[in-house]
């Protein structure tokens, strides 16, 4: 059985071309187009399962043709806006959208997160959206039967990095993060998951510096250093597919810059309406 991950927002929180900004990474991105203009950060599998929220899914909706009405669950890796825009949930209440009675939006998400919905949903909270605290490695499962392990990330707020399992398949899903904080790396070396399909944080992917060990978000070098530690403990391999992922323009590059980096190093490099099936 195959699984279909696809991506629709690829940048970090500015999006490429950044919103206001006039540096030459931005103008270039404008000139160029097609895919080095990438919005914020999303992702769904199997056109099931949303993974983050941002502002953007509205574009993602209206121009990429991101199924949302096929989706009533979204785990949300932090509050931070490029991936909870948490205002939106709202448009999901009566008044503002008809839905199918017994359609109900679940959303997993941390602490913080959790917080800011509660506050920002009032009417909606509970009642059209529900909401779930995740912890740290502390599985669920999705009522599309996913299994969702919530990873602890490397991050400004309490974000976290996802496991996600389903018919024999595993993607690891890892942005906003830097190198892993020691807590994850012993619980991935205790239960070494063989993964199929990876995904890592690469916002701050032109600074390149031997065996970096980067905080809050990672380079290249931060995302080799988690790959080769992960193929050591046989948790990926060649067989598996990895992508970079997340990225700004405060590092002068722009997708076809990324790719040609990718494309050497033997990564996908994600832009937004990638689709991969494995
Ligand atoms: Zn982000
Ligand atoms: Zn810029
Ligand atoms: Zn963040």
């Known amino acids: 059985m195959f699984m279909k991950y696809k991506f629709y927002g690829t940048a970090?929180?500015?999006?490429?071309?950044?919103?206001?900004?006039?540096?030459?990474?931005c103008k270039r991105a404008w000139e160029k187009g097609g895919k080095n203009i990438m919005t914020r950060s999303q992702s769904v599998i199997d056109d099931t399962l949303g993974i983050d929220f941002p502002a953007d899914t509205y574009l993602h909706i209206l121009n990429y043709g991101l199924p949302v009405t096929d989706i009533s669950t979204f785990i949300i890796t932090h509050k931070h806006s490029d991936h909870f825009y948490v205002n939106d949930f709202f448009m999901h209440s009566p008044g503002y959208a008809y839905v199918p009675e017994d359609k109900e939006i679940d959303i997993y998400t941390t602490k913080l997160g959790y917080d800011y919905a509660a506050e920002a949903l009032v009417g909606a909270f509970g009642v059209s959206v529900r909401c779930h605290l995740i912890e740290d490695f502390v599985p669920f499962v999705t009522k599309e039967g996913y299994k969702v392990t919530?990873?602890?990330?490397?991050?400004?707020?309490?974000?976290?990095?996802?496991?996600?399992?389903?018919?024999?398949?595993?993607?690891?899903?890892?942005?906003?993060?830097?190198?892993?904080?020691?807590?994850?790396?012993?619980?991935?070396?205790?239960?070494?998951?063989?993964?199929?399909?990876?995904?890592?944080?690469?916002?701050?992917?032109g600074f390149n510096t031997e065996n970096d060990r980067h905080h809050n978000h990672s380079n290249?070098?931060?995302?080799?250093?988690?790959?080769?530690?992960?193929?050591?403990?046989?948790?990926?391999?060649?067989?598996?597919?990895?992508?970079?992922?997340?990225?700004?323009?405060?590092?002068?590059?722009?997708?076809?810059?990324?790719?040609?980096?990718g494309d050497a190093k033997g990564y996908l490099t994600a832009y937004d309406g990638l689709e991969v099936n494995f």
């Open 12 to 25: 970090a929180a500015e999006g490429i071309p950044a919103i206001f900004c006039e540096c030459e990474t």
């Open 220 to 261: 290249f070098s931060t995302v080799e250093n988690i790959k080769r530690r992960l193929e050591k403990m046989g948790c990926i391999n060649e067989q598996t597919i990895c992508v970079l992922n997340h990225f700004s323009h405060n590092y002068g590059m722009i997708y076809d810059d990324l790719k040609k980096y």
């Open 150 to 205: 919530p990873l602890k990330a490397d991050h400004c707020v309490d974000a976290v990095i996802f496991l996600i399992e389903k018919d024999g398949k595993c993607v690891l899903h890892s942005n906003d993060t830097g190198y892993y904080p020691k807590e994850t790396w012993d619980w991935l070396e205790k239960n070494r998951t063989y993964i199929n399909f990876a995904e890592f944080d690469c916002t701050m992917c």
